[in-house]
């Protein structure tokens, strides 16, 4: 079992910075596939960015190509979401996934954006992006 632990949300102007992290626990964190999801009120949960084990490929919602960036810190079991030039329209809770099952990577390049690819949800963090 895998327990994601999602932090560094809060409120934050227009054009302003945070970064999220998740802490997982597990002993084969740098084989886990990582992503980043995100849940506006009255939406549906969308993708926002992944990474993929090993080689550290990363992919992107086209809404924050250019100003988020997914990372990892292997030794710290730590995925973080690095988000700048936050917009309102950012305004959601951020929920951290990983899946420990080793699709190949020519599946997960098309299947990263699912969420039905997942093992495992953290509880989210609210991030408000004010106008």
């Known amino acids: 079992q895998v327990q994601l632990v999602e932090s560094g949300g809060g409120l934050v102007q227009a054009g302003g910075s945070l970064r999220l992290s998740c802490a997982a626990s597990g002993r084969t964190f740098s084989s886990y596939a990582m992503g980043w999801f995100r849940q506006a009120p009255g939406k549906e949960r969308e993708f926002v960015a992944a990474?993929?084990?090993?080689?550290?490929?990363?992919y992107y919602a086209d809404s924050v190509k250019g100003r988020f960036t997914i990372s990892r810190d292997n030794a710290k079991s730590t995925v973080y979401l690095q988000m700048n030039s936050l917009k309102p329209e950012d305004t959601a809770v951020y929920y951290c996934?990983?899946?420990?099952?080793?699709?190949?990577?020519?599946?997960?390049?098309?299947?990263?954006?699912?969420?039905?690819?997942?093992?495992?949800w953290g509880q989210g963090t609210q991030v408000t992006v004010s106008s």
């Open positions: 990474m993929i084990r090993g080689d550290s490929t990363t």
């Open positions: 996934t990983a899946t420990a099952t080793l699709y190949p990577s020519t599946y997960y390049s098309r299947t990263y954006s699912s969420p039905g690819i997942y093992d495992y």
